[in-house]
Structure formats: C-alpha cells, structure tokens
C-alpha cells in the first residue's frame, strides 16, 4: 500500500482563535466540520457533502472569502467529492483553494506547497502524471526554500514525487528521492517512528517493483518491527506492514511462508477496522490471490466474493474498487474455464471504470485488455482486437508511448496476432515491449525476461530455433537471479527451453529440463498443482516422440487426473489432456481406447470454448481421422466437413485482417 498524505484539512486548529468574531463562527464551523468528520468516517459522504457545503458558506460569511478557514472547507469538501470519484467537481475546490492560498500568502509559502500537493495528488489519482509533477515540483522547491532541507514536510514532498516517477516506472529517479525522504525521517524523528516506517515500506515497494526482493526484504522487516513496537500487535500500519511483506514471498512464489501472514494482517484488519471495511476486502484480496496462483480455487472464490460484497456495500455499485473485485472473480472464473460466468462480471468493470473515471483513464485500458483476453482465450479473436487496440491507445494517450503498463498491451495485442499466426504483426510488438522494459527497468528484471520469454516463444513457433534459444537463456538467467532457482517461473522457462530442443530433436538435452521443472513445481506447489500436471504432460510427450510409450502413457494419466480434481470435468485443458492420451493410444493402434476420450474431448471444447472455436476445429479433424481408419466413414464425413466450415471462416478473418493491415 503506498501512502501519499493529503495536506490542508489541519489548518483548522491552528486559525480558528485570531478574534472573537472569528471564534463564535469557528464554533459552528467546528460543529459542522465534526459532523462531517462522522458521515465521512462512515462513508456517508452523500449526506456529509451538504453539510460540508453549509460550513463552507459559513467561512465565507464570517471569516470572508481568502480566510484560511475557507481554503480548509474547500479541501474537505475536495476530499468527499474525490471519495465519489466526482473528481471534476474537487479539481475546481482544489484549484480555487490553491488561488486563495497564493493570493494571501507569497508564491513561496508553505502553505502554497500544501495546496499545490493536493492538487497534484488528485492529478496523480487520475494518472495525470505530466501535469501532477510540476506541482510536485514547485511545492518541493518552497517547502526546501522556506522550511530547509531537512524538513519533514521536505520528507512528504519527496515521497510524494518518488512515488510519481515510480508509478511511471523512473525508477532511477524515484530511488533518491525515497532514500533522502527516509534519511529526513531519521533524523527529525525518532528511528523508530511511524513516518520512518512509511519511507521504510515505500522504498521497498520500490524494490519490489524491480524485482530486487532481497534489498526489500530487510526494510519490509523493520518496518513492520517499528510498527509493532509503536501499535501493539494488532494496529492499520501492523497489517499494511504485514500485507507488503506476505505480496514478497507470493511474488517469489514462498506461498507456505506468504500465507500464515496474509492471514494475520486480515485478521488485524477486521479487529481494527470491522468486517466490512474497504481495507479488509484489500486482505481477502491478497489471501484469495495467493490461492488462486496455487490452484487452490475453491479456496479463493469466497474470499473473492466477500472482498466484492464489502466494496459494493461500502463504496457503491459504481466505484472502481468494485470493478476490480469484479476483475478479480472474473478472472477466477477464467483460469477454470467458466468464460460465460466471467464475462458479465468484465463488462460490468469496463462499464464502472468508463462510467466512474473517463474513457480514456489507465483502468479503463485494463478492463478493456481482461475483456480481450477473455475473448481471444475463446477463440474470438475478431472480438478481442479492437478492444486491445484502444487499450493499448489509452495507455500510450495517458502514460506516454515509453510507459510500462504501454508494453503490457503491446504484448497482449502481439499474442493475439501470435495466435492467428500473424508472426509479421506480432515480432515489432513483442520488440518494442522489450525495448520498453529494458530502458525503464534494466536488462536483469524479471518483467525483460517475460518480453525476452514471448519473443522466443514467437522465434520457436516460426522454427527460428538459433534465435529463439539464446533469449530464452538470457530469459532464465534472469529469473534463476532475481527468484531464486525453484522459483515456478523458472520452471516455465525451463518447459520452454526443453520444447525448442525436443522440436530439434535434442532429446538428451530437452529431458533434464522437463525433470527440473517437474521437480520445481511438485516441491513448491504440490504434487496435485496444474503447473504439475503442465510439466507432467511436457515430459510425456517427449517420451511419446521418442517412442517409449511405456513412460508416457501414466504421465499422461497423471496429469488427466490432476486438470480434473482441480478445474473440473468440463475444463479446456481437460479436453488438451484428454486429446494428447488419444493420440498416444493411437500410435499404438489402440483406437478403443482413444475413441471416447476425443469425443470427450470434442464436448468440452464444444461447450466450453464455442463451437466455432479453432480447438474445436482440431478435434473434429482428429476424430474424423479416427473414425475413418476404423472404416467408420458415415461418422467421418459430417465432421471433416464441418471442420472445413469452420477453417473457412477463419481464413475471412485472417484476410480481413491482412487487408486491414496493409
């Protein structure tokens, strides 16, 4: 969690006692302002915004209109509309509070800097980055200028640029200004203050963001040791604490070390906060997270679903939290194949950010790129292009064309190509996001090595072997560095890297690969994970080219028996499952055995991806092709031809878009 302070609202101690005609209206300003200090803290801001307004007009009344007590109203009454997300309505307060303030006190007071921080922070909310960091800027520069260098408002400042850069991914430029913030808090403060705390945790999220986990480990601990020691075992900052710590190890995958913690700072949060506050929906996010990366899903649906419950109570049907606990459950419903349960829950997230936040805000651009992947997983790819295309010009209108989160969608859109075979289409997109990453991370992060990951995987498919291989290396270099060798992404690379021998016939070479992955992911995950049941399937394949049928038929077995105790009967890769035992059983001239588990197969797919689906496709072919060396033409027939529609159909698309493209 990064924490940004909102400077302003505690000027109201401090000016309401200058005479006795400002302190009778102080009185029944103080009234007001404590009644909505109560709806807000009950997140009535509805009925607090009324109130707000009438000690607004009171200020102005009493105190006159460039009265500090005004620019106090202007900011609460900012505050309440940005928790609605009528964000228009508080940039005007906050653009007139700032005017007050300038007005009344030099262009270089510090209370110029409090308001030029909040507008900024409002900017910033809205990813406004080019138009937040000047006021960052200037309000750095006065409390500097006015206050001196070691000032803890300083400290605020710099954290408050620091975390711009590093949202933008400038890392480079956010680390200084994190270490100077802490170094200010040290010093000013006692070293085992809550503010040090904050820097502690801010710079380790900043580590964490480079995948430097072992420099954001020790910061994390002593963190979560000052809060300790200041709170008690059970305070807010504890399980903030906890929660970066618990989001360490999962990154790493240390799943049996990130659980007892996850659930620790949910259990703080629902004692201090209650069991419906938004803080604790954040906890059953993580936890349920962290079971779902593990394919513990029936685990993680109720966490999803009660963390969904919470946002809708408290911040409404139409606030962006909500869409992205709709995210979250679709998402859930995705990885087991439920695409008709997923798909309203993405529409209705791309509906609340467009509705909430602008069309052209970052969120929207992820909806929008969940909604393509939901689609093009399905087979539709007509459907998802456009809606990749459009996220991917948010992002570059919003963030700039050099943006991280731009070589994301630039990755999406070229998988999408990737799948229909537009390998022309989708190498300079796959080039640009390594490009990106490698500039704005360095060329050892783990993110690099997922770009240099896809690239390969594109060089393989294409059968450029020699210049897949070598990206695939740098690839596991990167990972082995940064998580770790039994890390579960390294495993990834690893069945990778086995695949490209084994395409080349380097079975020797391609077999200890498999068995490493295999071995990882049993150890870290569990002998019942589908990654397992993935590595399992890889290696009986191997054995299946080269003949030993023998040891591929009980991988093949095993890893049938694992896709359908975690994901259901009716799963897709049940149906890939089902389909690589028919083959083998084919090899082997065992057409009993393979012929109802592709017309298994053929059902799922049928079911669960479309009729029209590519997968369903091969699988007619494959059926038809058995039935036909049983003599069985009658049934051989109405499926080839019905494949043959099918590929047709395809073909327009790919021509629709080969036209389009030139």
Do not use: C
Not at 200 to 213: D, E, F, R
Not at 244 to 271: F, H, V
């Amino acid at each position: 969690m990064k924490i940004v302070k909102l400077l302003g609202t505690a000027l109201v101690a401090a000016i309401i006692t200058t005479a006795v005609f400002v302190q009778y209206s102080g009185r029944e300003w103080d009234r007001l302002n404590q009644k909505v200090t109560e709806l807000y803290g009950v997140r009535d801001y509805a009925n607090a915004v009324p109130i707000a307004e009438q000690a607004l007009q009171v200020a102005i009344e009493h105190s006159g209109p460039d009265h500090p007590n005004v620019v106090t109203s202007l900011n609460i009454l900012s505050k309440l509309y940005q928790a609605q997300i009528q964000n228009a309505k508080a940039e005007s307060l906050l653009r007139r509070a700032l005017a007050i303030q300038e007005k009344v006190f030099a262009p270089d007071d510090p209370h110029v800097a409090d308001s030029l921080n909040n507008l900024a922070l409002l900017y910033y909310s809205e990813a406004r980055y080019a138009q937040a960091k000047p006021l960052y800027q200037r309000a750095l520069a006065i409390n500097e200028k006015a206050l001196g260098p070691v000032h803890l408002a300083v400290a605020n400042s710099l954290n408050n640029l620091a975390i711009l850069y590093a949202d933008q991914g400038f890392y480079a430029q956010a680390e200084p200004l994190y270490q100077r913030a802490l170094k200010i808090n040290e010093k000013a403060l006692k070293p085992d203050s809550l503010d040090v705390a904050t820097s502690l945790n801010n710079l380790g999220l900043l580590y964490v963001a480079q995948g430097q986990y072992a420099r954001a480990e020790p910061l994390y601990q002593r963190a979560l040791t000052i809060n300790e020691k200041a709170l008690g075992s059970n305070g807010a900052a504890v399980a903030t604490s906890l929660n970066n710590l618990g989001l360490l190890y999962d990154d790493q995958g240390q799943y049996a070390r990130a659980e007892p913690i996850y659930q620790r700072a949910l259990a703080i949060n629902e004692k201090s906060l209650g069991l419906d506050h938004p803080v604790v929906a954040n906890s059953l996010n993580n936890l349920a997270a962290l079971y779902d990366n593990q394919g513990k899903y029936a685990q993680a649906l109720p966490l999803y679903t009660r963390a969904l419950a919470i946002n809708e109570k408290v911040r409404g049907l139409d606030h962006p939290d909500v869409a992205n606990s709709l995210n979250n459950l679709a998402a859930l419903y995705k990885t087991q194949g439920h695409y008709a349960e997923a798909e309203p829950l993405y529409q209705r997230a791309l509906a609340i950010n467009e509705k909430s936040l602008g069309p052209g805000h970052p969120l929207v651009a992820t909806s929008l790129n969940n909604l393509a992947e939901l689609f093009k997983v399905q087979g539709k790819y007509a459907d998802a292009e456009p809606l990749y295309q459009r996220a991917l010009a948010i992002k570059e209108e919003a963030l700039g064309p050099d943006h991280r989160t731009v070589a994301v969608s630039l990755v999406s859109l070229g998988e999408l190509y990737d799948a229909v075979g537009h390998y022309a289409q989708a190498e300079p997109l796959y080039q640009r996001a390594l490009a990106i990453n490698e500039k704005a991370l360095g060329p050892d992060h783990p993110d690099v090595a997922n770009n240099l990951n896809s690239l390969a995987a594109l060089y393989y498919r294409m059968g450029q072997y020699t210049q897949a291989e070598p990206l695939y290396r740098r690839a596991l270099a990167n990972w082995e560095k940064a998580l770790g060798p039994d890390h579960t992404t390294v495993g990834v690379i690893l069945n990778n890297l086995a695949a490209l021998y084994k395409a080349q016939g380097h079975y020797s070479q391609a077999e200890p690969l498999y068995l490493r992955a295999l071995a990882i992911g049993e150890k870290v995950l569990g002998p019942e994970h589908t990654n397992v049941a993935a590595s399992l399937h890889n290696l009986a394949g191997l054995y299946k080219v080269q003949g030993q049928y023998a040891k591929a038929e009980p991988l093949y077995q095993r890893a049938l028996a694992i896709w359908e105790k975690a994901l259901g009967s009716t799963h897709p890769d049940v149906a890939n499952s089902l389909n690589n035992l028919a083959e083998l059983y084919i090899i082997q001239r065992k057409y009993v055995e393979a012929e109802p588990l592709l017309e298994r197969a053929l059902a799922i797919r049928e079911k669960s991806l479309g009729p029209d689906h590519p997968a369903v496709v091969e699988n007619l072919r494959s059926l038809a092709e058995l039935y036909n060396v049983q003599r069985k033409f009658a049934l051989a027939l109405p499926l080839i031809r019905r494949a043959s529609a099918l590929d047709r159909k395809r073909i327009d698309y790919s021509e629709i878009r080969d036209s389009a493209s030139q």
